[in-house]
Structure formats: structure tokens, C-alpha cells
């Protein structure tokens, strides 16, 4: 993951540096720059995925530095303010030019991992996963087996203690946000078979408890609704580890996890696949010392 922090300040530098390199990514490339003008130059041979940006700075502002990479550059690298700057007017003027946030200074660590994270995972690409999913009649799944003992035996494999009890659908504006999506597929085939949903707290218990953090860390993720790079590859892994309850008509080949997301709030294609779908499993999660969590499995 690569970041450029633009800001005069060599202070605050390190501190966006420090807080940056907690929020869980592997293999972290990071640079810095001090004016406008110096990031414009790095651009030019080297795109990151976000650019954390000062709005007062010499020569070029923060807004003038935004639309400069809008121009040249385009839509693909995210840029978000960390700042001083609390106009109304001129933050409508930054989101207005494609501001990803603005995070006032001073701010608490929690808030600018929260702000990067909900950009890098960004919930719009599960939207446009299931959107642009067709259906192929072939790859029909014949067999739907979300089997609880299988889920514990998966978890078995960790330790982590589970009680694992099947449950009445409940509405998906209930669920804790965000929310883990998996969407799974045949190996051959982008064509959308089924979707298995882990809510807040399921996401970070699983997630966290695989990642060998403390009950303490779980707790804090749950309490900030903040899911940590370690947290949210680990419960992607254990989606991944549930493709083989749901296989196709095709040979009855298992399904893989094509793609996992972060979603921050429900979409209309999410809401319709969970009133009407092809079968739905739906089971509580409770995890002594730890809380309790929500999974659903949903066939397309």
C-alpha cells in the first residue's frame, strides 16, 4: 500500500507516518513532501493509493494540490485532508472537488485510521461487484450446506471458541456496520452464486481472534467499528475457508471466494438479494469473553 503525507510540518509528518504504519497493511511504501509543488513532482513518476495532504502549506494549498492531481492524474488516487482548516465553506469546497475526508486537527489516532481504512476498503466496490454479476444457469448451485459443526471445526483449527446457533433472518439494517461481504463464484466464471455476510462484531472477533489479537484489541476494533488491515484479511481468510459448503450443479464443484469488502452502509442490490434470493442461512455467533456476532449466507 502506498502513501504520500504532504504537510510543512515535520511533526505532524511523523505522527500521519506513525499512525499510518498501525493501521495493519503489509509491505507499506511511504513518502512525504513538504509543499504542494514537491508532491506534483514525486506524482509524475510514482502514484499512491492515497495522499494524506496539510491544506495551508507555502505556495500551493492543500485544495489547489487536490485539483492539480484531479487534472493531471484523474480519479484513481484518493486524497484526504488532514488539517487545520475548519471552514464549512471551504470543506464543501474540497469534497466538492473529490476529497476523500477531511480530518480536523488535533485528532485522535482512531479517527484518521477510521477515515483511511473506509476509503482503501471502500464498500463501493461490493456494490459494483454484485451489480455487474450476471447469471449463468449452469452454475446454479445444487447444494447450500452452511453445516455449524463445520463452522467449528474451521475454528477449532485457531482455537477459538465458538457457540455457533441457527437463527430467524433478520433485517439488514440491524446489522452492526460495517460489515465483511464475501462473494463467491465458480473458478471459471464471474458469475455471482452467493454472498456470506460476517456483521461488526463477528468481522473483528473472527478476524482479530485469527490474527492472535488480545480480547483488549478485539474490543477496541468492536468499540471504534474500525477493522484493521490484520483484522479484515483475516476474516476474508475465513471466508475463503467456507467455500466448500456451497457447490455448483457443475460437476458439484466447489464455489471460491471471488472477492471480499468492507461495507460501511447497505445498497439497493445488497437490500434486494436479502429479501429475494435462491436460499439463506442465517446463524448467531457467540464467543465467550468476547461478545457475540451475526454470519448469513445468501445464494444469488
Given at each position: 500500500m502506498k502513501f504520500l503525507v504532504v504537510d510543512d510540518s515535520r511533526a505532524v509528518q511523523t505522527i500521519i507516518k506513525r499512525i499510518l504504519a498501525n493501521t495493519g497493511y503489509r509491505d507499506i511504501e511511504l513518502r512525504v513532501a513538504s509543499t504542494g509543488e514537491e508532491a506534483v513532482a514525486l506524482l509524475?513518476?510514482?502514484?499512491?493509493?492515497?495522499?494524506?495532504?496539510?491544506?495551508?502549506?507555502?505556495?500551493?494549498?492543500?485544495?489547489?494540490?487536490?485539483?492539480?492531481?484531479?487534472?493531471?492524474?484523474?480519479?484513481?488516487?484518493?486524497?484526504?485532508?488532514?488539517?487545520?482548516?475548519?471552514?464549512?465553506?471551504?470543506?464543501?469546497?474540497?469534497?466538492?472537488?473529490?476529497?476523500?475526508?477531511?480530518?480536523?486537527?488535533?485528532?485522535?489516532?482512531?479517527?484518521?485510521?477510521?477515515?483511511?481504512?473506509?476509503?482503501?476498503?471502500?464498500?463501493?466496490?461490493?456494490?459494483?461487484?454484485?451489480?455487474?454479476?450476471?447469471?449463468?444457469?449452469?452454475?446454479?448451485?445444487?447444494?447450500?450446506?452452511?453445516?455449524?459443526?463445520?463452522?467449528?471445526?474451521?475454528?477449532?483449527?485457531?482455537?477459538?471458541?465458538?457457540?455457533?446457533?441457527?437463527?430467524?433472518?433478520?433485517?439488514?439494517?440491524r446489522l452492526a456496520l460495517p460489515y465483511v461481504i464475501g462473494i463467491y463464484g465458480h473458478p471459471q466464471s464471474k458469475a455471482l452464486e452467493a454472498v456470506c455476510l460476517l456483521d461488526l462484531n463477528a468481522a473483528c472477533i473472527l478476524g482479530g481472534a485469527l490474527a492472535g489479537l488480545s480480547p483488549a484489541a478485539i474490543h477496541a476494533a468492536i468499540a471504534s467499528a474500525t477493522l484493521s488491515r490484520e483484522i479484515y484479511e483475516n476474516a476474508t481468510a475465513f471466508l475463503a475457508d467456507l467455500s466448500g459448503m456451497i457447490s455448483t450443479g457443475k460437476g458439484g464443484a466447489p464455489l471460491v471466494l471471488s472477492t471480499s469488502h468492507l461495507v460501511q452502509k447497505p445498497f439497493e442490490k445488497l437490500y434486494s438479494l436479502w429479501r429475494q434470493n435462491n436460499g439463506r442461512a442465517d446463524f448467531s455467533l457467540s464467543f465467550p469473553g468476547l461478545g457475540d456476532g451475526f454470519i448469513a449466507f445468501l445464494l444469488s
Open positions: 509524475e513518476t510514482w502514484t499512491p493509493n492515497l495522499v494524506l495532504t496539510d491544506w495551508h502549506m507555502p505556495g500551493m494549498t492543500g485544495l489547489e494540490l487536490l485539483q492539480a492531481i484531479r487534472q493531471r492524474v484523474g480519479a484513481d488516487i484518493h486524497v484526504g485532508f488532514v488539517t487545520t482548516e475548519s471552514s464549512a465553506r471551504n470543506i464543501e469546497a474540497a469534497y466538492r472537488n473529490g476529497a476523500a475526508f477531511v480530518v480536523t486537527k488535533p485528532f485522535v489516532q482512531e479517527t484518521l485510521q477510521q477515515a483511511v481504512l473506509t476509503v482503501l476498503q471502500d464498500g463501493a466496490s461490493a456494490e459494483q461487484a454484485i451489480e455487474s454479476s450476471g447469471r449463468e444457469s449452469l452454475l446454479i448451485p445444487t447444494r447450500f450446506n452452511p453445516d455449524p459443526q463445520r463452522i467449528r471445526q474451521l475454528l477449532g483449527l485457531s482455537s477459538i471458541v465458538c457457540q455457533i446457533e441457527p437463527m430467524a433472518p433478520i433485517p439488514v439494517d
